[in-house]
Every structure is written in structure tokens, then in C-alpha cells.
């Protein structure tokens, strides 16, 4: 994308600031900003503004808080709270971007369960998935179903059950 600044992102360094992205994610619970992931990237500031902006543009389900080069969120985890709260190793500091995305976490943590706790969003009783490596190992209550008010993907913007 010539004149945009994105050139730069080739090379693989889109792929190394993904993954730098993601660790600090796992690792913290929160998303860092471009100018934490410049220097281990070995760009300046800018550059690593810019690459960012090719990242989420190449990632479109991650995005940033509007008007901001603030990570708001990167699947499966997101950078603000959201009702998908995510424990591991008893800890709850991370957050899912949303109850799909919260099923995905399971692959950032190989080896540990993972629970996530949440308000169902339809009556607001409290409701629990745990997971191991990809499997559900509990879920409370046991007649918990996935549910999706707006469309995804080509169904994007229109009503839900198309």
C-alpha cells in the first residue's frame, strides 16, 4: 500500500508484532501500546505505529479504541473488560472479546484450565465454562448455548438467525 506507510510491515515483521501482541496479552492481561513493542521489534515509535495499523488492518476482528491507536481488543482477548471474564491458574486478569472468542483462550494457555465467568446476557444468571487444551470440563449451568444478536462475517449488520 504505497504512501500509506504500510510497506515498512513487510517481512515478517507484521507476524512478529502479532506475536509480541499476543504474549504481552497472555502474559499481562493487557495489550501494550506501539512504542512498548517498538524497541523489542527494533523500529522506531513511528514505525511501529505504523505497523500496528497494517497488523489490525490484516486482523480486522482486533481493533482499536476509536480514534486512538490504543488496543481495544485482539482475539480471542480483549484489552477492556468485557462480561468474559477469564481465569487461569486462579487469576482473573484477563478478559474475552467476546463468549465465541472465550472458547479460543483455551489455546493461549496449553496445559491449564481455563474458566471463564459471565452474566448470560438474555436473564443475567451467572454462568461458567471451563476448559483444558480446546475440551469443556465443566460448564454451569449444563444448558448453556451460544447465542449471537448481530450477524458475523457476510451477515455482518443484519438481523440476528439469518
Request: charged share 20%; glycine share 12%.
Amino acid at each position: 500500500m504505497p504512501g500509506s506507510g504500510t510497506e515498512m510491515a513487510g517481512g515478517g515483521i507484521t507476524d512478529r508484532m502479532w506475536n509480541r501482541i499476543t504474549r504481552a496479552l497472555i502474559d499481562t492481561g493487557r495489550p501494550p501500546h506501539y512504542a512498548e513493542l517498538a524497541r523489542s521489534l527494533g523500529v522506531s515509535p513511528a514505525e511501529s505505529r505504523t505497523i500496528l495499523h497494517a497488523v489490525l488492518q490484516a486482523y480486522p476482528i482486533g481493533w482499536l479504541h476509536p480514534e486512538t491507536d490504543y488496543i481495544a481488543s485482539f482475539p480471542p482477548l480483549n484489552g477492556l473488560p468485557t462480561q468474559y471474564r477469564v481465569t487461569v491458574r486462579g487469576e482473573q486478569k484477563w478478559f474475552a472479546q467476546c463468549g465465541f472468542e472465550a472458547t479460543s483462550v483455551t489455546w493461549l494457555f496449553p496445559g491449564e484450565r481455563v474458566r471463564i465467568d459471565a452474566a448470560c446476557l438474555d436473564c443475567g444468571d451467572p454462568l461458567t465454562v471451563e476448559m483444558l487444551d480446546g475440551r469443556l470440563t465443566w460448564i454451569d449451568p449444563p444448558t448453556v448455548i451460544g447465542h449471537l444478536n448481530y450477524g458475523f462475517g457476510p451477515s455482518r449488520g443484519r438481523p440476528p438467525f439469518l
